[in-house]
């Protein structure tokens, strides 16, 4: 049986300003999750009452991919599970390219850089949508971030290297890395 690496990503229902800070990542809520998984090759989006549950899947997995999930993910999903989500088997990849870069690429930046489409809206879009109850939006939106995820990791792997813009957005840098 393949491995089943999970590309995942998460909403919220409020922003940080709203909570008090980033000290308080945990009580942020879920609005929904969506993780695509290698094994069955399939998207699957996550409501906020379905939470343990997706913390389930990102434990069977055999590796959790995704944008930032160790700083932000994971600690909103602290508040639904007991469990330490920093020992799942997991790729940050902004982490990674935290390193070599010195600073914090966006996922928009590389996205655009390396494969050169971007995202389809932002994280106030969803806190917007949450607030009309419009989760179908905020579903296409987390999916096709999980898709941006999955494209810019598996060109990482094909090539040995992802590219970024520049702070101010201005210079195209290429980073290497050696990801699983």
Request: include cysteine.
């Amino acid at each position: 049986m393949s491995q089943n690496w999970l590309y995942f990503d998460v909403e919220t229902q409020k922003s940080l300003q709203q909570v008090g800070g980033y000290g308080k990542v945990h009580e942020l809520k879920v609005s929904l999750g969506v993780t695509y998984s290698t094994r069955a090759r399939a998207y699957e989006v996550f409501l906020e009452e379905e939470a343990g549950r997706l913390v389930d899947d990102l434990w069977r997995a055999d590796l959790v991919i995704g944008y930032n999930i160790i700083g932000f993910d994971y600690r909103v999903l602290s508040a639904y599970d007991i469990r330490d989500l920093s020992q799942l088997p997991t790729l940050d990849m902004m982490l990674e390219l935290e390193r070599v870069a010195g600073f914090r690429p966006k996922l928009e930046s590389v996205a655009m850089a390396t494969l050169g489409v971007g995202k389809t809206a932002d994280g106030i879009d969803a806190l917007r949508w949450f607030d009309q109850g419009k989760m179908e939006e905020i579903a296409e939106y987390c999916c096709y971030d999980v898709k941006v995820t999955r494209l810019v990791h598996e060109f990482g792997r094909r090539h040995g290297g992802v590219f970024c813009f520049d702070r101010e957005g201005e210079r195209r840098l290429k980073f290497e890395v050696a990801w699983p």
